[in-house]
Structures are given as C-alpha cells and as structure tokens.
T-cell receptor, first 116, second 112 residues
Framework: GAGVSQSPSNKVTEKGKDVELRCDPISGHTALYWYRQSLGQGLEFLIYFQGNSAPDKSGLPSDRFSAERTGGSVSTLTIQRTQQEDSAVYLC??????????????FGPGTRLLVL | GDSVTQMEGPVTLSEEAFLTINCTYTATGYPSLFWYVQYPGEGLQLLLKATKADDKGSNKGFEATYRKETTSFHLEKGSVQVSDSAVYFCALTGRTGNQFYFGTGTSLTVIP
C-alpha cells in the first residue's frame, strides 16, 4: 500500500513568510509524528498526534510553530514568520497504534525547507 | 531528561569487516529502543527494535541487545557489505510514550 507522503518536497521561502507543510499518513495509522532534521544534527522530535489530539506539544521549538490533524488523517505543520534557522528537512512519520510498547514508525520522504 | 548518545561518525570499513556502532541512553523507567537506517536517497526506516531489557533485536544480519545494566543498545554486524552504507540512528521512546529521542546519526561507508 501507499506509504507516508509529504508535500511539498521542497520549499523555498523568504524570511518572515508563513509556510504550511502537509503530511498524509498511512491509511489506518492512528499515531502521527513530526520531526526536524537539520544539517549535521540528529532528528529533533517536534510533536506527536494520537488521533486528532497532541498529548504533548513541548517539542515545538517556539510559538511560531503549530500543528494540527483533522479527521484522524492528514496533518499540517505551520511555521509562522519563518527564520533562517528554521531551514531543515521536516519529516513526518506514522504508526498503527500509540507509541508506547515500541510501535514501528514509518517515515515520509520529508519536506526540505529553505528560508532565505 | 531522556536522551540518546551514539557514536559519532563517519565510519569507513572494508567489506566483510566487523561493525559496532555504540549507543547509550538516559531514560526514566523502561524505554523501547530502536535502530533506524537511512540509505542514500531514501527515507528513514526501522532496522530493528527491542522493547524490554535483555531483548535482542535483529534484522538483515544486524543485532542489538537491550542492556539495562549498561544503558546501552549497541548495533553490531559480523560482516558488512557495500550495500550497508547508510546513516544509522539510535532512538528511544520515552517513559510517557509521547516523546521520541533520536541520536545524531552515524554515517557508515563500506568500501569494496
């Protein structure tokens, strides 16, 4: 079946603009995750959704970042007033069930964001 | 807080050499531990996992044992191949199950 898809695959924006990144998880997966991967750094966990709710938003780096998930499926990560330090690859993943107990995450190809 | 520390790379090995990539963790309680791999031009994918102490995860000739006494989950393979060239990430699920922690990744290049 189809894997996790993300759009756009690449985004170039100017500093101060808002951007929206989209993630389509694998059908039937209840859990959805967002990460950020900066050059030379590991994966930084941003947020996790179980259904439409996010139990813990403390991973979001600032109040310019927000995320929502509707219908238990598609999720959007929004970055307002982008800064150059927001440039990174944003990865989305999904898993069949809640993450406790070692659920496998399936990753999308990522959105490469460049803020000029 | 919870965290993962893994061996820095890059690592370059000859084909058929033995591979160890060290990973240690700090966590409250009993996390689940993972190794993910990112092959060139591809997305991250699960390599193996272990969900409780003394469990051994294995896949594609790779192994890692969940050692609570040393808080480690080292990745090993007895004989690497060129096709194993990739970036390897150690990761854990935190106690609440609501947060995930990845290491910085170790780049492995295997030369013929």
């Amino acid at each position: 079946g189809a894997g996790v898809s993300q759009s756009p695959s690449n985004k170039v924006t100017e500093k101060g603009k808002d951007v929206e990144l989209r993630c389509d998880p694998i059908s039937g997966h209840t859990a959805l995750y967002w990460y950020r991967q900066s050059l030379g750094q590991g994966l930084e966990f941003l947020i996790y959704f179980q259904g439409n709710s996010a139990p813990d938003k403390s991973g979001l780096p600032s109040d310019r970042f927000s995320a929502e998930r509707t219908g238990g499926s598609v999720s959007t990560l929004t970055i307002q007033r982008t800064q150059q330090e927001d440039s990174a690859v944003y990865l989305c993943a999904s898993s069949y069930n809640r993450p406790s107990g070692g659920e496998t995450q399936y990753f999308g190809p990522g959105t490469r964001l460049l803020v000029l | 807080g919870d965290s993962v520390t893994q061996m820095e790379g890059p690592v370059t090995l000859s084909e058929e050499a033995f591979l160890t990539i060290n990973c240690t963790y700090t966590a409250t309680g009993y996390p689940s531990l993972f190794w993910y791999v990112q092959y060139p031009g591809e997305g991250l994918q699960l390599l193996l996992k272990a969900t409780k102490a003394d469990d051994k995860g294995s896949n594609k000739g790779f192994e890692a044992t969940y050692r609570k006494e040393t808080t480690s989950f080292h990745l090993e393979k007895g004989s690497v191949q060129v096709s194993d060239s990739a970036v390897y990430f150690c990761a854990l699920t935190g106690r609440t199950g609501n947060q995930f922690y990845f290491g910085t990744g170790t780049s492995l290049t295997v030369i013929p």
